[in-house]
């Protein structure tokens, strides 16, 4: 008899998708960096144009050389639906919105993004609510709110912002839930592609704001603007399409509170904002979350049991008539 225990074995072939999902929260991190910069010189629309307008030129060129057709007609809605709300309204309303509050209510209001993706894949996706993903992101998102506070300036936030903000998580939430079906009929590229591309067309009507505040604009505003289409939208997009085909948006959303803990790291770093006590905690928080929401949730082994001969029922007496 040989009893052997089923156990996953995917555990060594995760690390692109881990890989993948580094870098995408990396590069995003950087990006409020960039921001801050470009958004001194540019109003939210032309900021969110320029910002895809490069995407959009470099994910082009790119498929192009690579020769990438135009994405199946199954993933065109997802790929629609994405590009619209996360690519366009997303960028215009986040950046709007950051310039009515401060950067700590901010972070604290669209990180309710995270949770929204959770809800909204268990619902549309069927991907399930699993303990450690929830209590994770109770975590994390503790965290984001500790950040939040120590960064927040007093009477710094205005309704108008808050709602802003809002609407920012939600079309993000909307946004990746829709992106999710379309990587199971596309590859990564064409999704970012196509998103940023209609994303791009979406905020068209901000053209002559841009042309005009551009030739305005100092050339480390427009830099950090070339910046952030180049590298926080086409990369690291792309590589958050690559680990998102690959795991549940409730992960990959989950994922992204590594960003708060990342930000304090890097304004310490590049701004000389020394984080107090409270912003630090606040991102370890974050990250621990992150690490309890990404473990799998254990089933029950399940034993397996082989005969190495087929077995032989006992020989019974002669039946005998009562």
């Not at 993933?75 to 950067?103: C, H, R, T």
């Not at 984001?144 to 079309?171: R, Y």
Request: contains cysteine.
């Amino acid at each position: 008899m040989t009893i052997s225990n089923t156990t996953d074995t995917r555990s060594d072939q995760q690390w692109p998708a881990l890989a993948a999902a580094a870098v995408t929260v990396l590069l995003w991190a950087s990006a409020f960096v960039s921001i801050r910069s470009a958004g001194s010189a540019y109003s939210p629309g032309a900021l969110a144009l320029g910002r895809l307008a490069t995407g959009a030129l470099a994910l082009g060129t790119i498929s192009l050389i690579r020769r990438v057709g135009l994405p199946p007609r199954a993933a065109w809605p997802g790929i629609i639906s994405s590009g619209v709300l996360w690519f366009g309204v997303y960028m215009v309303v986040l950046n709007w919105g950051e310039q009515q509050v401060d950067a700590g209510t901010a972070a604290m209001v669209v990180n309710i993004g995270p949770i929204l993706i959770a809800l909204l894949s268990s619902r549309l996706l069927g991907e399930g609510l699993p303990r450690p993903l929830l209590a994770g992101m109770a975590v994390s998102f503790s965290g984001a709110v500790v950040v939040g506070i120590s960064m927040s300036d007093t009477g710094g936030a205005s309704v108008l912002g808050v709602l802003l903000c809002v609407l920012a998580a939600v079309s993000y939430a909307t946004g990746v839930v829709s992106q999710k079906p379309a990587l199971g009929h596309a590859g990564a590229l064409q999704v970012t592609t196509f998103g940023c591309l209609i994303g791009a067309v979406a905020c068209l009507p901000f053209t002559g704001t841009l042309v005009s505040e551009a030739a305005d604009a100092p050339l480390s505003a427009t830099l950090n603007m070339v910046y952030l289409g180049l590298f926080p939208t086409a990369l690291a997009f792309t590589t958050w399409a690559f680990a998102l085909a690959r795991t549940t948006a409730g992960k990959m959303g989950a994922t992204t509170y590594v960003v708060p803990a990342l930000v304090v790291l890097m304004s310490w770093l590049l701004l000389d904002e020394v984080p107090g006590p409270l912003t630090l905690a606040g991102g370890a928080l974050c990250l621990a979350g992150v690490g309890v929401a990404r473990r799998r949730s254990r089933p029950a082994p399940t034993a397996v049991v082989a005969m190495s001969q087929p077995a032989t029922a006992p020989r019974d007496e002669p039946s005998r008539a009562d």
